[in-house]
């Protein structure tokens, strides 16, 4: 069974450019996560999906960050303008409906660099 | 979600048994407790989750005291492919609660040759 595919692994742009990351979770997992984790810390949760809605976006910058996912399979993660502070890795998760408490399974993430 | 406390770091050597205690106090009646590791480059990697007494698998056990404040995750006979972050999280069940995951820090374990 695929796991949670993200691309690019790698993305380096310079600081006021677009960027966006994709990801497609397993198949048959009905949550998406999408996590921002800085270096030497844990993941921090951006925002959360159920099917297509998005449940959780509490901790999403909205003026600069959006996220999709349009038919609630795979799902783009989008910063426009990215800032130098922006530089970190994102990561996306899935979990089924029925999964174990807190199981989460994630992908091997997006790291972005801004110049 | 109940916050969790572990250490920040942890040196090793391989074949030793390493133990990283987690804890936490407020961990509420239907909270599970549930292990990850993390490789440099990768994304977090589920390893063990248990509720009470004690959970083995291939990779871990995890020991728990019959209060449930606290945790303890168990590798046997490290290599340095254990080398790794391990984060203790507490979560209940539905994907509501599992998006609320507070990962913290987590623990640094060095396996040293």
């Known amino acids: 069974e695929a796991g949670v595919v993200q691309s690019p692994r790698y993305k380096i742009i310079e600081k006021k450019q677009p960027v966006a990351f994709w990801c497609n979770p397993i198949?048959?997992?009905?949550?998406l996560y999408w996590y921002l984790q800085n270096l030497g810390q844990g993941p921090e949760l951006l925002i959360r999906?159920?099917?297509?809605?998005?449940?959780?976006d509490s901790q999403l910058p909205k003026d600069r960050f959006s996220a999709e996912r349009l038919k609630g399979v795979d799902s783009t993660l989008k910063i426009q303008p990215a800032e130098l502070g922006d530089s970190a890795v994102y990561l996306c998760?899935?979990?089924?409906?029925?999964?174990?408490?807190?199981?989460?399974?994630f992908g091997e993430g997006s790291r972005l660099t801004v110049l | 979600l109940a916050k969790t406390t572990q250490p920040i770091s942890m040196d090793s050597y391989e074949g030793q048994e390493v133990n990283i205690t987690c804890s936490h106090n407020?961990?509420?009646?239907?909270?599970?407790i549930t292990w990850y590791q993390q490789f440099p480059s990768q994304g977090p990697r589920f390893i063990i989750q248990?509720?009470?007494t004690k959970v083995t698998n291939e990779v871990a056990s995890l020991f728990i005291p019959a209060d449930r404040k606290s945790s303890t995750l168990s590798l046997p006979r490290v290599s340095l492919s254990d080398t790794a972050v391990y984060y203790c999280?507490?979560?209940?069940?539905?994907?509501?609660?599992?998006?609320?995951?507070?990962f913290g820090q987590g623990t640094t374990l060095q396996v040293k040759p």
């Open positions: 998760a899935s979990s089924p409906s029925y999964g174990r408490a807190g199981e989460l399974f």
């Open positions: 198949s048959g997992h009905n949550t």
């Open positions: 999906y159920e099917n297509e809605e998005a449940v959780d």
């Open positions: 407020n961990i509420a009646t239907n909270d599970y």
């Open positions: 248990g509720y009470k």
């Open positions: 999280l507490v979560a209940a069940e539905g994907s509501g609660n599992t998006g609320k995951l507070i």
